[in-house]
C-alpha cells in the first residue's frame, strides 16, 4: 500500500498549526487578571461583587482542618496583577475577610513557582505562609495608607516594605529585565 505523498505533507503542515494555537490559547489565559478565593464561610458573597466587575474568579477547596477565623489572614498578589484593581479589591475583600493582615507578592512564596501566578490575586490564603517567611502584619492604618496610593511604584514599595529584613528580593540583571518585558509584550502580539 503506497500512500499519496500530499497526504504527509498534509499532516507535517497541520502539526505546527495546532500546536501554535493550542499555545496562543494557553498564554491567553494565563494572561488574564484573575482572582483565586480561600474558603472563608462567606467567601461566595465576595465572589458576586467580583462577578459584577467582571472578574474571572475561583475557589480553593476547604481543607479537612477545622474553619478558623485566622486561617485565612494572606493575600498573595501576581507581579503583573494591575495595582489600582489589586488595590480596589484588597480592600473591599476586608469587608469578607476580616482576618486578613498580611500582604505580599508571589515572587518572595518560597512554594510557589511566581511566573505561573503573574496575573492572579490569591485573597484569603493560608495565614502560615506569611507566619514561615516572618511577614510583619499589616494594621488598620496600613490599609488606609494603601488607600491612597495612587502609583505604582509607591504600591510595590509599601508592600515590600512590610517584609522582613532577611527576605532577599531578586535584583534582576538590566539584560534579565530586558528577556522578560520582552517576552511579555510577544505573548500579548
Known sequence: MKINPSVYMRFILFLPVFFLFSCISYLKQEETPHVTLGYNEIAYRYAILLKDEELPHRFKKP?????????????????????????????SARNYYKELKYVAFFD??????????????????????????????????????????????????????????????????????????????????
Request: avoid cysteine; aromatic fraction near 14%; glycine fraction near 2%.
Open 63 to 91: 481543607t479537612r482542618m477545622p474553619y478558623s477565623d485566622n486561617a485565612r489572614g494572606m493575600i498573595w498578589i501576581g507581579k503583573f496583577f494591575p495595582h489600582e484593581q489589586a488595590i480596589d479589591l484588597i480592600l
Open 108 to 189: 518572595i512564596n518560597p512554594r510557589i513557582i511566581p511566573d505561573k501566578r503573574n496575573f492572579e490575586l490569591y485573597i484569603g490564603a493560608p495565614t502560615e505562609d506569611a507566619l514561615k517567611i516572618n511577614l510583619k502584619a499589616w494594621d488598620d492604618k496600613d490599609f488606609s495608607a494603601l488607600e491612597k496610593i495612587k502609583s505604582e511604584d509607591d504600591y510595590r514599595h509599601m508592600i515590600v516594605s512590610r517584609y522582613p529584613a532577611d527576605i532577599k528580593i531578586e535584583k534582576k540583571s538590566f539584560f534579565t529585565r530586558f528577556l522578560n518585558e520582552w517576552n511579555i509584550i510577544f505573548k500579548k502580539n
